[in-house]
Each structure stands twice: as C-alpha cells, then as structure tokens.
C-alpha cells in the first residue's frame, strides 16, 4: 500500500500498538493457536465484528433519520424509530444465534452428519490404499505419524469451517436477515411510542400527509386515472 | 550483525542502519532435494468439498465475514422484504426498499474490503520485514510472495522459471538457517531498521515443551486407544474369524473375485449391502466386517475399487493370521492373549519406549540444557533401536515447524482485528455512500418506483400544493 509516509508510518505505528496490547497478545492469539478448539471463539470474535459494526451503522441511520430535515417531521420518528428496532433486534437475533448455533453439542453432532463419514477409520484406511498404490508414495504412506497428522489437520480444518460458516449464516443470514424483518416493523409501532412518550400530540400538515392506499399501489392508481382520462369517465 | 547476514551469511560487518530489510546475492543459491511431503500430498486425494472446507478456515479473516453478511444483505434480504406475508406496506415501497439490501451490500463490500485488503497486505509485509515484536516476526521464515517481490526489484527481467527456481532456493535456505539456530539454542529475528534480537529464553523453552507436549498427548492417547479401543476390538472379530472359518473364508473370496473382475465398485457395495440384508440374523460381527466395506471411500470409481480392495485383502489375511500357520490359538481365551501379546510386542511396547524417551527430553528441556545435548540423547535411543518410533522425530525441524505456525496464527489474529478496526472506520463513509448512491441509482434505474417515493413525492406534493394556492388566489 502506497502512502504518504508520515500518515502511512502513522498507520503503522497505531497497528503495531494495537498488535501490542495485552489482550491482543494473551487472548486473542492464544485462541488462534486452536483454532479448533477455539472454533466457537473464532465465530463469536466474527460475528462480534459485524454486531460491533452494526451498532455502530444503527445510531448513525437513527442520527441520520432524526435529523433529516426531507423527512417529514411526522414521519421523521417513525422511520428513526424502523432503524432502531431493526438495529437493536439485528443485534440480539444475531447474537442468540451464534450462542445456539455454535454450541459445542450442537456443532458436533451437525459435524458427524455431514462430514463422518469422510474422517472415520474407514476413511482414513481408505486414503492410506489410495495413496500406497500410487507409485511415488509406495511404502511412504501406512504408518506414516505424518499422514495422521496430516488427516486429523483436514479434519481440523473443516471443523472450523464448518463452526465458523455456519455460525457467520445463522447469525447474519437467518437472525438478521430473515427473523428481524417479520418483527422489525411491529416492533417499531412499540418504539415510536416510546420515542415519543414526552412528545405533544404532531401536527400532519396536510401537504405531506401519508396518502397512501395499502392495497392498491400509487402507480396502479395513476394507471387507473389514466385509463379512465382516455375513456372520459368522470369520478 | 544484521539478520540478514545470518540468513543469507553476507558479511556486512561495516554495514549501516538501513530501513530495507535485505537485498541478499540470491545468484549463489543452488536448488534444495525435494522430498515427498505427505502434508501436500494428502491434498490431491481429499474430497473437493474438504479441500474447500480447509480453504475457507485457511483463509479465515475480517474480508470473509463481510462477504458472507453482505450475501445474506444482498440476496436474501431482499426476498424477506418484497415478500414478508406480515408486511401492511404497498408492494411499490416494499420492493423500493427491498432494492436498497442490493445496492448497500455491494458499497459495504467496496468500501471495506477494499480497504481491509490493502491493510491485510499492509500487515504481511510488515511481519516479512520485522516491523513488529517477536510474536509477528517472520524474518526467518519470509513469504513466497514476498521473497519474489524482493528477487524481482533485484532482477526486474528475470524468467517466470529461473524466479520461481529461486524463490523455492531462498524458502529452503531460510528453512535450513531457522533449523541451525535452533540446533544452536540461538533464534535471532530481524526488525526493519537492520537490527537483530534473539527470541527470549523463556518462549523459546516453551517452544522446545509445547512440540514434546504435543507428542507426548498423542503417544497417550494411541496407547489408551490401542488398549481400550483396538485390542477388544481385534479380539472380538478374530474370534468371529476363528469360529466362523469356512463362513468368512467363502463370503469375502467371493466378494473380492467380484470386485476383482469389476471396473464398477459401487455395483459390489449394493452386493454387500444385499448380503448383510441376507445376513441380518447370523453374527453381528459379521455385520460389522459388511459395514466397514460400505464405509470405504474413493474420490472415483479406481480410487474406491482400491480401497475396498486394501480391505478385503486385510480381511482374508486376518482368517489366515489368526486359523492357520502352525500353531493357531484354540480357544478364545488363547486367541485374545495371542493378540494381547501380538500388541504388546508390536505397538504397545514401542509407544512406552516413545513415550518414556519424550518425558527424558522434557526433563531436559526444563533444566535448560542445550538442544545438542537433547538432540545427542535422542539420536542415541533412537540408534539403539532400528524401529523407534521416533526414528523420523526430527525435534529442531518440529520446532521450527511450531514457530512458524504460531508466528502465522498470531498474524491471522492481528489482521482479523485490524480488520475489524478499519471497517469500524469506514463505516461512516459506506452509510454515507448508500444514502448517496442508493436515490440515484433508484432514478436511474427504477424511474416508475423512485418517482413515487420522497422526495420525489413530496416534491409533488408542494407542487400540487402551490398550485392550489395559485388558483385560490
């Protein structure tokens, strides 16, 4: 990365302190020195990476509704309020399925089932008769500690993975993005209220007052006038 | 002296601080032997969904995270949006909305991967160069990549062949440096100002008892296994063997004659499959010899046939092992100790003789004496019996192995939080960019829904409102 060398050494100096801090050294590369052992640790830091981002970006969109003044100012609570029931129930729901998901019990027997049966004894002795038989591994293979350390590394890997993968789609995928929108928008009603339990009664000005018709669309409506313009019938 | 001279054994006894870690004479490197790396190996014969599966964790980061929360933002929110049965909302502003998932999941991955990447790049080459402490220092062990960028600014005109020749030269040379310093319990890393420390005693000891540890764990727990697990197990299907000669004898002959004359392995599995149906009443172990032929695996029809051939040449000679030869044991009781002691000889014995060998060297180890002196003791138990199972035990090459990992983990670790870092701070601009972005493309692409939306809308309706002011007045 090309940069302007005293910001670019800036940069470097801050990553290098954060590489130094003592949590950074004693935790978190301590977990991923295991990553199979610590695969639950793994997703969990994942899926605290995108909360983290995703409070974050909830107050901004909230600030931002609040304070836009295109927003009509009745409407201006309620879309804050879509924002932060969106933001705070995508938090929870991405959390609660990370601490189901990634659950020791729950992972392993998902890992079992999937992928069992290519980690068995048979699996392995089978990859041990594939390998002997071709001519550059011949005898270099059966009894090999190498080999076994090598398989049980697979098997390591695709543990992770598999804890990771699925903990990262449970969470962001199905808790965020299939769970939060059927609450979201009745649970914004609840936090409007309470956004605005000190509030005096809003007056609509009626030049933006919410015209729309839930069950025919403002573009069929304009077909339909426009259909009716053409045969001159009067409504 | 520098590092680099460690490494590369240039003499640059006058030589001043400099900020490039090294420029080695990488003309005088010959190419190192290559031997059958089972590590790699093992790679061409896994199933493709494994080999995806060690790639993934592999590649394990802040970018990977963004990529999967913007696929869940980009492909399925959108469907949950235009079509949530709950929704009171017109369809007009659902798929309106539903358009914006799309369009904020590609700004998120734009913006933040676009600049975790170069961070992430920015990390690597300042762990080659020995920017940071010991726990992310690879001045000993430097990246391919990096090894060729270096070899490129030295020879901009150099062949693909002729680079590639030296880099995999100047990886092996490197190995073999790390493996000399540890063989002289003297680990000097580089910093990029030119200078050089040695790694502190304390982390290197723990270096020198964590690879024990690891072997010993292992040796253990193989022996628990073999007598807890293997030996009952053996004893168990020998007995099967012994009482059910002909019986075993005949099925698995005629199993592999069948298997023999086919180029179709799956076919043979349906015939197993058949017979243990036919068999379900008689033994279980027999049951059990039928499920271990239909859990042998293959990538293809030739791999598959060779296992389920290994098999069942391991099981017809097994039926030979322990019913013929000259003195085949009688009765149960002499079959299970003939394998107890069969065991014992072969596998049991041997795992002690590790294990008591690895606990010596980790007393050695923590009274700190040098890696000659544990080396020597190794290499003496080891001479003295052709078959140690530590005879390929190579204790600096696992300790270099385990730095290398370590030193790779901590880097994975500290870019996964930089990462995090930086996508916190672009965050602002990625929100910024889609309420930016996301009107326009609107516009531009879906007219009929945009222009009905505010402000579009309101614009509209300030327009009709004006207008009744006009007529009013």
Redesign the interface.
Same mark, same amino acid.
């Given at each position: 990365m090309s940069m302007i060398s005293p910001v670019g050494n800036k940069i470097k100096s801050i990553n290098r302190w954060f590489s130094r801090l003592p949590y950074v050294q004693n935790t978190v590369c301590k977990k991923f020195q295991d990553t199979r052992a610590n695969s639950a640790w793994i997703a969990g830091l994942g899926v605290t990476s995108i909360v983290l981002k995703d409070g974050f970006g909830c107050y901004l969109y909230v600030n931002q509704s609040l304070n836009n003044k295109e927003i009509p100012e009745d409407k201006r609570k309620f879309v804050a309020a879509l924002d932060l029931a969106n933001g705070g129930l995508m938090i929870l729901l991405q959390i609660l399925m990370t601490y189901t998901i990634s659950k020791k019990v729950f992972q392993e027997k998902m890992f079992n089932k999937l992928f069992g049966k290519k980690f068995n004894r048979q699996a392995s002795k089978s990859m041990q008769a594939i390998m002997e038989s071709k001519e550059h591994l011949a005898g270099k293979v059966k009894g090999n500690q190498e080999f076994h350390k090598a398989f049980a590394n697979y098997k390591d890997s695709a543990i992770t993975a598999l804890g990771t993968l699925t903990t990262l789609i449970a969470a962001t995928t199905v808790g965020k993005r299939i769970l939060t929108p059927f609450i979201a928008t009745p649970l914004a009603d609840k936090t409007k209220e309470w956004m605005c339990r000190n509030d005096k009664p809003a007056k609509i000005h009626k030049d933006t007052k919410n015209t729309y018709d839930t069950h025919t669309s403002a573009s069929e409506k304009a077909e339909q006038q426009a259909a009716a313009n053409k045969l001159n019938i009067v409504k | 002296m520098k590092v680099e001279s460690v490494k590369f054994g240039i003499n640059n006894q006058a030589a001043k601080r400099q900020r490039v870690a090294y420029k080695p004479n990488f003309t005088a490197l010959t190419t190192p032997k290559v031997d059958?790396n089972?590590?790699d190996? /093992?790679k061409n014969? &896994?199933?493709p /969904?494994?080999k995806g &599966? #060690?790639r +993934?964790? %592999?590649n &394990?980061g802040?970018v990977?995270?963004i990529i999967?929360?913007a696929?869940?933002?980009g492909l +399925?929110?959108p469907i949950? /949006?235009k079509w949530?049965p709950?929704?009171?909302?017109?369809? %007009?502003?659902r798929t309106y909305s539903a358009w914006r998932q799309p369009v904020s999941a590609i700004i998120a991955v734009a913006t933040q991967v676009g600049f975790t990447i170069?961070?992430n790049? &920015? +990390?690597d080459r300042?762990a080659n160069n020995g920017?940071?402490?010991e726990?992310?220092n690879k001045t000993l062990f430097q990246d391919k990549t990096y090894i060729e960028k270096a070899i490129k600014k030295q020879y901009p005109y150099i062949s693909k062949n002729e680079l590639d020749r030296m880099v995999k030269t100047q990886m092996a040379k490197q190995q073999e440096n790390l493996i000399n310093m540890i063989k002289n319990d003297n680990i000097v890393m580089g910093r990029d100002t030119g200078e050089t420390f040695k790694m502190s005693d304390a982390v290197y000891r723990n270096l020198q008892n964590e690879v024990l540890q690891t072997k010993l764990n292992?040796a253990n727990s193989e022996l628990n296994k073999c007598l807890n697990i293997t030996i009952p197990k053996k004893i168990k299907r020998a007995e099967y063997y012994r009482t059910h000669t002909d019986e075993a004898k005949n099925i698995f002959t005629d199993i592999k004659n069948k298997l023999d004359a086919t180029d179709a392995p799956k076919n043979i599995k349906k015939l197993v499959k058949q017979l243990k149906k036919e068999h379900k009443n008689k033994d279980p172990e027999l049951l059990a010899i039928f499920d %271990?032929i239909l859990?042998?695996?293959?990538n293809n029809p030739e791999?598959?046939k060779?296992?389920m051939?290994? #098999?069942l040449n391991g099981i017809l000679r097994d039926i030979d092992f322990y019913t013929a030869g000259k003195n085949p044991p009688k009765t149960a009781e002499d079959l299970a100790e003939f394998i107890k002691n069969w065991e014992t000889n072969y596998r049991i014995t041997p795992i002690k003789s590790e294990i008591s060998v690895l606990e010596k060297m980790q007393e050695m180890v923590n009274q700190k004496q040098s890696m000659t002196a544990i080396e020597t003791y190794l290499k003496n138990q080891v001479d003295s019996t052709p078959t140690h199972?530590l005879t390929?035990f190579k204790f600096s090459k696992e300790i270099s192995n385990l730095l290398q990992?370590?030193v790779k983990?901590?880097i #994975?670790?500290?870019k996964?939080?930089?990462?995090?870092?930086v996508?916190?701070l672009i965050?602002?601009l990625?929100?910024w960019l889609l309420?930016w972005t996301y009107p326009k493309f609107m516009d531009a692409v879906f007219p009929?829904?945009s222009n #009905?939306k505010?402000?579009n809308e309101?614009k509209d309706? +300030?327009n009709?409102?004006n207008n009744k002011t006009e007529v009013k007045s």
């Amino acid at each position: 990365m090309s940069m302007i060398s005293p910001v670019g050494n800036k940069i470097k100096s801050i990553n290098r302190w954060f590489s130094r801090l003592p949590y950074v050294q004693n935790t978190v590369c301590k977990k991923f020195q295991d990553t199979r052992a610590n695969s639950a640790w793994i997703a969990g830091l994942g899926v605290t990476s995108i909360v983290l981002k995703d409070g974050f970006g909830c107050y901004l969109y909230v600030n931002q509704s609040l304070n836009n003044k295109e927003i009509p100012e009745d409407k201006r609570k309620f879309v804050a309020a879509l924002d932060l029931a969106n933001g705070g129930l995508m938090i929870l729901l991405q959390i609660l399925m990370t601490y189901t998901i990634s659950k020791k019990v729950f992972q392993e027997k998902m890992f079992n089932k999937l992928f069992g049966k290519k980690f068995n004894r048979q699996a392995s002795k089978s990859m041990q008769a594939i390998m002997e038989s071709k001519e550059h591994l011949a005898g270099k293979v059966k009894g090999n500690q190498e080999f076994h350390k090598a398989f049980a590394n697979y098997k390591d890997s695709a543990i992770t993975a598999l804890g990771t993968l699925t903990t990262l789609i449970a969470a962001t995928t199905v808790g965020k993005r299939i769970l939060t929108p059927f609450i979201a928008t009745p649970l914004a009603d609840k936090t409007k209220e309470w956004m605005c339990r000190n509030d005096k009664p809003a007056k609509i000005h009626k030049d933006t007052k919410n015209t729309y018709d839930t069950h025919t669309s403002a573009s069929e409506k304009a077909e339909q006038q426009a259909a009716a313009n053409k045969l001159n019938i009067v409504k | 002296m520098k590092v680099e001279s460690v490494k590369f054994g240039i003499n640059n006894q006058a030589a001043k601080r400099q900020r490039v870690a090294y420029k080695p004479n990488f003309t005088a490197l010959t190419t190192p032997k290559v031997d059958v790396n089972l590590k790699d190996e /093992i790679k061409n014969f &896994m199933p493709p /969904i494994i080999k995806g &599966m #060690k790639r +993934v964790t %592999d590649n &394990m980061g802040e970018v990977q995270n963004i990529i999967i929360n913007a696929l869940g933002t980009g492909l +399925v929110a959108p469907i949950f /949006i235009k079509w949530n049965p709950l929704s009171k909302t017109d369809e %007009d502003t659902r798929t309106y909305s539903a358009w914006r998932q799309p369009v904020s999941a590609i700004i998120a991955v734009a913006t933040q991967v676009g600049f975790t990447i170069p961070f992430n790049r &920015m +990390v690597d080459r300042l762990a080659n160069n020995g920017y940071y402490d010991e726990l992310y220092n690879k001045t000993l062990f430097q990246d391919k990549t990096y090894i060729e960028k270096a070899i490129k600014k030295q020879y901009p005109y150099i062949s693909k062949n002729e680079l590639d020749r030296m880099v995999k030269t100047q990886m092996a040379k490197q190995q073999e440096n790390l493996i000399n310093m540890i063989k002289n319990d003297n680990i000097v890393m580089g910093r990029d100002t030119g200078e050089t420390f040695k790694m502190s005693d304390a982390v290197y000891r723990n270096l020198q008892n964590e690879v024990l540890q690891t072997k010993l764990n292992d040796a253990n727990s193989e022996l628990n296994k073999c007598l807890n697990i293997t030996i009952p197990k053996k004893i168990k299907r020998a007995e099967y063997y012994r009482t059910h000669t002909d019986e075993a004898k005949n099925i698995f002959t005629d199993i592999k004659n069948k298997l023999d004359a086919t180029d179709a392995p799956k076919n043979i599995k349906k015939l197993v499959k058949q017979l243990k149906k036919e068999h379900k009443n008689k033994d279980p172990e027999l049951l059990a010899i039928f499920d %271990d032929i239909l859990a042998r695996r293959g990538n293809n029809p030739e791999d598959l046939k060779i296992a389920m051939q290994a #098999k069942l040449n391991g099981i017809l000679r097994d039926i030979d092992f322990y019913t013929a030869g000259k003195n085949p044991p009688k009765t149960a009781e002499d079959l299970a100790e003939f394998i107890k002691n069969w065991e014992t000889n072969y596998r049991i014995t041997p795992i002690k003789s590790e294990i008591s060998v690895l606990e010596k060297m980790q007393e050695m180890v923590n009274q700190k004496q040098s890696m000659t002196a544990i080396e020597t003791y190794l290499k003496n138990q080891v001479d003295s019996t052709p078959t140690h199972r530590l005879t390929k035990f190579k204790f600096s090459k696992e300790i270099s192995n385990l730095l290398q990992d370590q030193v790779k983990n901590n880097i #994975k670790a500290h870019k996964q939080l930089t990462g995090l870092r930086v996508s916190l701070l672009i965050l602002p601009l990625s929100c910024w960019l889609l309420n930016w972005t996301y009107p326009k493309f609107m516009d531009a692409v879906f007219p009929n829904l945009s222009n #009905k939306k505010h402000p579009n809308e309101i614009k509209d309706l +300030v327009n009709k409102a004006n207008n009744k002011t006009e007529v009013k007045s």
